[in-house]
């Protein structure tokens, strides 16, 4: 089945501690995205890759990083979480610069 | 810059009426795409359609019609003889096709159908 895996999917943690969001897609899909959904802002997106080892700023990257080492794969990672990067998290891909996204089925991540 | 604005932030109709949910866009490239998604209750995303700017046929899916014109930068979004069903937050995003990959969501709408 053609999919987009996150996880975990629920996570709680502490102000500071590393955690990373994994997210993979089976489709053989070069475009990927990450974006946060907060209440009344919508779906933000944090950072995207056109490509293995191609990766740029969305427009809310700020204390996040990703990686983009194999195509299916790509990581969202907080290096040092803070509350205010408690939000609803989603990956997404495509197949063409373009086209429609695929969504994983989101993480939520509260920061204490 | 580009922008999404989806001026209705909730709307609530009874069921069986149609409703319009608007999307108004802006973008200084000539090359771009537009999509409505869905989110229900249960949290997914969800593909409905998508347009490129070349491309300004009205469409037609069951219940759902899109209304894309350039001339006012909009691409609106009507479902007729609304369903219990489709109460849920619809997003308008831009996304463009030069050189980057940069996608814009609008603030979404959340519909609710009564019964």
């Known amino acids: 089945e053609a999919q987009v895996t996150q996880n975990p999917r629920y996570l709680i943690t502490v102000t500071g501690k590393k955690l990373t969001v994994t997210c993979s897609q089976n489709m053989n899909h070069e475009y990927m995205s990450w974006y946060r959904q907060d209440p009344g802002l919508g779906l933000r997106q944090i950072y995207y890759?056109?490509?293995?080892?191609?990766?740029d700023k969305g427009d809310v990257p700020e204390g996040y990083k990703v990686s983009r080492k194999e195509k299916r794969n790509f990581p969202l990672i907080l290096e040092s979480p803070s509350p205010n990067q408690t939000s609803l998290y989603f990956c997404?891909?495509?197949?063409?610069?373009?086209?429609?996204?695929?969504f994983g089925p989101g993480t939520r991540l509260t920061v204490t | 810059a580009q922008k999404v604005t989806q001026a209705q932030t909730e709307i609530s109709v009874v069921e069986k009426e149609d409703v319009t949910l608007d999307c108004v866009y802006e973008?200084?490239?000539?090359?771009?795409?537009l999509f409505w998604y869905k989110q229900p209750p249960s949290g997914e995303l969800v593909f409905l359609i998508r347009?490129?700017?070349?491309?300004?046929q009205n469409e037609i899916s069951g219940r759902y019609s899109w209304n894309f014109q350039k001339s006012t930068s909009s691409f609106n979004f009507t479902i007729t003889a609304s369903q219990v069903v489709d109460s849920a937050v619809y997003f308008c995003?831009?996304?463009?096709?030069?050189?980057?990959?940069?996608?814009?969501f609008g603030k979404g709408t959340r519909l609710h159908i009564l019964p």
């Open positions: 973008t200084r490239d000539t090359t771009y795409y």
């Open positions: 347009r490129n700017s070349f491309d300004e």
């Open positions: 997404a891909s495509s197949h063409r610069q373009g086209g429609e996204q695929y």
């Open positions: 890759s056109m490509n293995v080892e191609v990766t």
């Open positions: 995003a831009l996304r463009n096709n030069m050189g980057d990959d940069k996608i814009i």
